[in-house]
């Protein structure tokens, strides 16, 4: 996708038409593509001063703020897309998701909840809310969110993987190693599932399947894997 091009034609119709809010709307949408946020961020502030009714340019810049770890500005915007847009159920997932980095766990799990209650098919919203539930140790509440996001996108890495961290600390680890397993069926390349995995495998005294994996999580380049295989593999 050419967005640099996709910009410049917006500076054209900008200058043809200053007043067109559409055009800055879509320049925005394009320098955000870019990761030109704050460029994008001037730009959604333009288009909102000529259609300040937009709910939609407020959720996009509320991403664009949250790229740029301007949180507080972020949750503001998605506040005013849902005050517009009530049943705008992407941004209250992008508000709770805002929350979580914030470390407001239960103002999170609200914005989560309501966001499944408008789509019962968001599978970010149920994995999201799963972190949100681990971080405040309800480990069971956490791995049915994990096993609902699971369930409506069955490639979902990073649910696959927090389930797996939640199996850890319950040392149930026959079942986060299925977990790990799993995700390195989908990328076999990702050493951190070869790290934890390696180190379950050794938990259950499978030390030698587990040091296999120690072994491939330090090739692919993880340093904790490194001081691990050394640990446990000498």
Do not use: W
Request: some cysteine; overall charge negative.
């Amino acid at each position: 996708n050419d967005f640099l091009g996709a910009v410049k034609d917006y500076d054209t119709a900008i200058q043809l038409n200053p007043e067109y809010s559409r055009a800055f709307t879509n320049r925005a949408n394009a320098k955000a593509d870019l990761q030109d946020y704050k460029g994008a961020v001037d730009d959604y502030n333009k288009a909102l001063t000529l259609d300040p009714d937009d709910a939609t340019t407020y959720f996009n810049m509320g991403n664009a703020k949250y790229f740029l770890q301007d949180y507080t500005g972020a949750i503001y915007d998605y506040t005013k897309a849902i005050n517009i847009h009530p049943e705008y159920g992407e941004a209250y997932c992008n508000r709770g998701l805002t929350y979580y980095e914030k470390k407001e766990y239960k103002a999170a799990i609200s914005d989560f909840n309501k966001s499944i209650e408008i789509d019962p098919t968001n599978a970010i919203a149920y994995s999201s809310r799963g972190n949100a539930l681990s971080d405040l140790k309800d480990n069971k509440g956490a791995i049915l969110d994990f096993s609902k996001a699971i369930e409506l996108y069955p490639n979902f890495i990073e649910a696959y993987y927090n389930r797996a961290s939640v199996f850890d600390e319950l040392k149930e680890f026959k079942k986060s190693i299925s977990d790990y397993s799993k995700v390195l069926e989908i990328d076999p390349n990702d050493a951190a599932s070869y790290y934890r995995r390696g180190l379950a495998k050794i938990e259950l005294k499978l030390t030698i399947d587990g040091c296999h994996d120690l072994s491939k999580a330090k090739n692919l380049g993880l340093q904790e894997a490194e001081k691990a295989f050394m640990k446990y593999c000498y």
